[in-house]
């Protein structure tokens, strides 16, 4: 089941709490859990998302993700302010699972310029980090 | 590294995700927990229970024994082959375990007890059964499937040869019988019909291919999880424990307190009068979004309460659970999930049976 390398898109960051980050147009970024995190977690039942608007610190939970199995918190990659959060997850958590990279993400955050650049991971030291995990 | 069944190596075959169940390496879905579920409810699906023991109880006094050992009594099971669901009591009233036992013949029964209390239920039965000279024996050699659902028995049953197979078919909800060399019983944990049969562990992989072949959705211990809570059967170690008796955990049908003088282990305990009104486990409905879990904090205008056992049910598509409140809670309770008190309803159990919902979710979730 856990094969980290291959399917991580080139184009996302990563974190250790195995949330990803990808880069908007507008340079907000768009988070949600990777593969290998939904693989873990099962069937999703429920997420709970944060309001827009409010203020989110690096490294602190800010939404819920519920499976059959046990509740998990996600945590902020960054310093900002929600401006979205994926209101069809209300109905399909499923997309959690799905597609996981694209319809199931969770939330988009205008990043907070002041805040120091926060340390995340590209593709291939994501992919090493779960090799280690897994070992 | 935990015990494994003789199915292990299947499991991981078929991709199953293994985890640790009362020091068992056992599957706990294999790919989607969801669709189990609905494979058991809605046709049929095949767990691995072999973790679970299989104990043979023979002597010219196992009938005296049994009626000493268990809450519920065995002289109910006059038909051969009958049989009944109970719990194991200490002294104080507190839950060694629930079970179920069948009567094979007058002197010989059958039990089967769960995985994580064998030692102490071993332990306890034989230092309770030398006195009566019978002999407790554990079936080491058998696994055990259990095939639910509504297409559960017929899809069982034409893997047999014709005669066997019309036995099997014959057997009465809740009986067993020893048929063509396997001991096959029309139980369950799921609140659907089915069969729980146990044979020699050499034919476990190649009956569970069989099933497999015939469309048997293979099923782990997340969607029996689901399954039962949904029928509102509890799992000993969430909802039944030693600290608290079957009265306080929605058993009281299960205690035979008839007749009278039938002096079971713990009867004096489930009589003497309490100075506290006891608790008792009741069944909530969340009507707030969210998922419903074991410890979770209930306040009721009778005071709190804990969930036991809790999560999300597939076939109602909404989150219930199993809670131990002040006696005689009713209607409308809150529960304490991350800081938030969200409503719930108190309901009877069981949430689901044969398929089909007995609980009203007709009201809206708020959002």
């Not at chain 2, 292990?8 to 706990?28: C, N, R, S």
């Not at chain 2, 997340?222 to 058993?251: F, I, K, Q, V």
């Not at chain 2, 005071?303 to 598509?317: C, D, K, V």
């Not at chain 2, 919902?357 to 809206?364: D, N, V």
Request: aromatic fraction near 6%.
């Amino acid at each position: 089941m856990s094969e980290p390398t291959g399917d991580l898109p080139k184009d996302l960051k990563y974190t250790k709490s195995h949330e990803w980050v990808r880069t908007l147009a507008d340079s907000s970024i768009e988070v949600g859990i990777t593969d290998h995190a939904q693989g873990a977690l099962g069937d999703l039942v429920f997420v709970e998302v944060p309001e827009v608007g409010r203020t989110l610190s690096a490294g602190a939970a800010c939404a819920v993700v519920e499976s059959v199995k046990a509740a998990s918190d996600i945590y902020s990659p960054v310093d900002g302010r929600v401006v979205a959060s994926n209101a069809a997850l209300a109905t399909t958590p499923e997309l959690v699972n799905q597609a996981p990279y694209t319809e199931g993400w969770l939330i988009r955050i205008a990043v907070d310029a002041s805040a120091p650049p926060p340390a995340l991971l590209d593709a291939a030291a994501y992919a090493r980090y779960l090799a280690e995990e897994t070992n | 590294m935990g015990l494994k069944t003789p199915l292990y190596d299947t499991h991981v075959q078929a991709g199953a995700k293994i985890v640790d169940f009362g020091g068992w390496d056992m599957p706990l879905h294999y790919g989607s927990q969801l669709e189990e579920h609905h494979a058991v409810r809605r046709d049929a699906g095949v767990f691995d229970v072999s973790h679970m023991a299989s104990l043979d109880l023979e002597g010219a006094r196992a009938t005296e024994f049994l009626r000493i050992l268990l809450a519920n009594d065995v002289a109910k099971l006059r038909a051969p082959g009958k049989g009944l669901y109970s719990c194991l009591l200490k002294e104080d009233g507190g839950v060694l375990d629930d079970l179920i036992v069948y009567r094979m013949h007058d002197t010989r029964y059958r039990m089967v007890v769960n995985a994580g209390t064998r030692d102490k239920d071993l332990a306890w039965i034989r230092a309770h059964a030398a006195p009566y000279g019978v002999a407790v024996t554990e079936r080491r050699d058998l696994a055990m499937l259990a095939v639910q659902g509504p297409e559960a028995r017929a899809k069982t049953a034409a893997l047999l040869p014709a005669e066997t197979a019309a036995r099997a078919l014959a057997l009465p909800v809740f009986s067993a019988a020893d048929i063509g060399g396997w001991f096959v019983a029309r139980t369950g944990y799921t609140g659907e019909d089915g069969f729980e049969i146990a044979m020699p562990a050499a034919e476990a992989t190649t009956v569970w291919a069989a099933l497999r072949a015939a469309d048997v959705r293979p099923a782990g211990l997340g969607a029996r999880d689901t399954l039962r809570l949904e029928a509102g059967l509890c799992l000993y170690g969430n909802d039944l424990d030693e600290a608290h008796d079957p009265l306080e955990s929605g058993l009281a049908w299960t205690v035979a307190f008839d007749p009278p003088d039938r002096q079971f282990i713990g009867r004096a305990a489930l009589e003497r009068p309490r100075a506290a009104a006891r608790a008792e486990l009741v069944g909530l409905l969340l009507e707030d979004r969210g998922i419903l879990r074991g410890h979770q904090v209930v306040s009721t205008d009778r005071g709190a309460g804990e969930i036991t056992s809790g999560g999300f049910a597939p076939t109602l598509n909404r989150s219930i659970a199993l809670a131990r409140l002040p006696r005689g809670t009713g209607g409308e309770v809150r529960v304490d999930i991350r800081g938030k008190a969200l409503a719930a309803r108190v309901v009877k159990p069981p949430f689901v049976r044969h398929g089909k919902p007995l609980i009203s979710t007709s009201t809206e979730i708020s959002q």
